[in-house]
T-cell receptor, first 109, second 112 residues
């Protein structure tokens, strides 16, 4: 089963609003990653975080690797319609990667 | 550059049959991982291979097996298919084992 707790499960926002989602775990991870998945496609890597405390941006996306190594958040600023999709957090430790259950984002124009 | 390619894209099998799914990683990537994604859930880790050796295995029964070839491509085999094996099977590749993975579009397996 899922080892990562991702919240919220879904979000309905207006275009232009900022979005925040997070992921927590009872286990420590060495790497945190955020993916976006569109229908019928595989997940696409948005941001990868490799050090505790690391804050990384990719355009309008910003993500942070929690100091405890047990959590991460993703922020999306000034949302646009193409941000619609399912966002997954993933934690990597040793030789496997565990995914959260996803946050489904809907952006209303 | 070609991304991660998977074949076939869709597959329908009958309970009890066996299936083989194929994956070609991005050129230069030596690590391949397999995931099962059931509708409405996040991907579940099945296997990781690096330099043709199994480096990690998720909580899946022995009916699931995989291998990696000298050209770093990989196959996932599932024997004695069950209805519950119906899912999107994703392959992902990476240069090493500790970096972010690039996913293919998956193989949609339906067991009837």
């Amino acid at each position: 089963g899922q080892q990562l707790n991702q919240s919220p499960q879904s979000m309905f926002i207006q275009e232009g609003e900022d979005v925040s989602m997070n992921c927590t775990s009872s286990s420590i991870f060495n790497t945190w990653l955020w993916y976006k998945q569109d229908p019928g496609e595989g997940p696409v890597l948005l941001i990868a975080l490799y050090k505790a405390g690391e804050l990384t941006s990719n355009g309008r996306l910003t993500a942070q690797f929690g100091i405890t190594r047990k959590d991460s958040f993703l922020n999306i600023s000034a949302s646009i319609p193409s941000d619609v999709g399912i966002y997954f957090c993933a934690g990597s430790r040793d030789n496997d990667m565990r995914f959260g259950a996803g946050t489904r984002l809907t952006v209303k124009p | 550059d070609a991304g991660v390619t998977q074949s076939p894209t869709h597959l329908i099998k009958t309970r009890g049959q066996q299936v083989t799914l194929r994956c070609s990683p991005i050129s230069g990537h030596k690590s391949v991982s397999w995931y099962q994604q059931v509708l409405g859930q996040g991907p579940q880790f099945i296997f990781q291979y690096y330099e043709k050796e199994e480096r990690g295995r998720g909580n899946f029964p022995d009916r699931f097996s995989a291998r990696q070839f000298p050209n770093y491509s990989s196959e996932l085999n599932v024997n004695a298919l069950l209805l519950g094996d119906s899912a999107l099977y994703l392959c992902a590749s990476s240069f090493g084992t500790k970096r972010g993975y690039t996913f293919g579009s998956g193989t949609r397996l339906t067991v009837v």
